[in-house]
């Protein structure tokens, strides 16, 4: 009597309190905040930003103060008649500077570090992007991991059932052996396929959890593919102009010409105009005191450098042209890219409607053989090919389920539509 009203008590808490069914864009949503490589690109956005702001220092005032306090014994050696004694050397300074001229090296390191920033930002799309198409895929994987593991377990039951009758047939002389081994390697086949599918939904279930940070236990189905180009050369132009990798390369190739013109800034002279303000105590004889105040400008050129500053010039000059090639690689690769996934998205849209139709054409199948091995027009065994075929077919058209959703979101990936 215990047991029942254990059942009842279970039934009764799964009834106040109901799981909620996970979708898509949940998981997606959840990923986007438990996924470590999305916080490495946005720490990695905040660490450029951070270097525009240094950059753009490099322009404005700065001041400095310093100082310096000791205690020690001063002896002038009666010079000016002046005798040994205890002093208190001190010494403060303050310099305020503001560059006037740098040859255009300040600008450079902004360019350079807004470029940084851009390559940065991108990076971080292009990391959201491949991770939802990622999701998409393992949480088509459990999706289709639960199907098999609930198909193969209506298998084993109905082969372990089919072995019984054949042994009781057998048994009685109304059937040969043969159909009891036969009977016997089905339902071994059914469980081996049982055990299979278990596995895959445990490790389909774990690359889940790893995205997301969830369970996985409950998903409700894939959805409908989300709003894509309309034609290829829709698919191709906005990838030219959002695809984050295209941006990250262009963005490779403005900070390349601003680093060039930031070692050429260094042929140049560098201007700047100061303020000074000091005072000194105790420094060249006991009650010695002295405070000064200057402004001016402060120059600076170096005419030679022994080829330091050339050669600085020579090797950001090959950095510019190595991205600018790299440039035109992006480009042709994404080009490319996005072509295969768009024919990609259509290949899996129509692998899934045939898939469809196997599917519906293998359970109509399933529904007449079981018919017909009640009323003893076929044997059991035909039930269970049937079987067999019905769940292959049910596990490719939930694999080209997750295959449709998958390739669709790759394809908003390359296009810079995440």
Known sequence: MKKPALILGFSTLVWVMPLHATTLEEAIAAAKEHAPEVEVAEAESDIAKARLQQAKSGGRPSATLSGTIGAGRLDPKGY????????????AQLVIEQPLFTGGKVSAGVEQARAGMAAAEAGVVATEANLVANVAGAYGSVIAAETMVRHYAQLVDETEEIERQARLRFSVGESPRTDVAQAQAR????KAGLARSEGQLVTARARFRSLTGLEGADLQPLPAS??????LDDAVAQAEADNPQLAQAEAGVKAAQAGLKGEKADQLPMVSAFAEGAMVRDQFFPGYKADSATVGVRARWQIFSGGRVSGKIAESDARLRVAEAQLR???DAIREHVIAAFSGVRTAA??????????????EALRSVREEVRVGMKPQLALLDAER??????????????????SAYRLLALVGAQ
């Open 80 to 91: 000016f008649g002046l005798t040994a004694d205890n002093v208190t050397p001190t010494a």
């Open 187 to 190: 339902t071994a086949e059914a």
């Open 226 to 231: 989300p709003l894509l180009p309309a034609t």
């Open 329 to 331: 690689a992006a480009r």
């Open 350 to 363: 129509l692998v899934e409607t045939a898939a469809q139709e196997q599917e519906s054409a293998a359970r």
């Open 389 to 406: 075929e019905a769940i292959a077919a049910s596990a490719a058209l939930e694999s080209a389920r997750t295959d449709r959703i998958v």
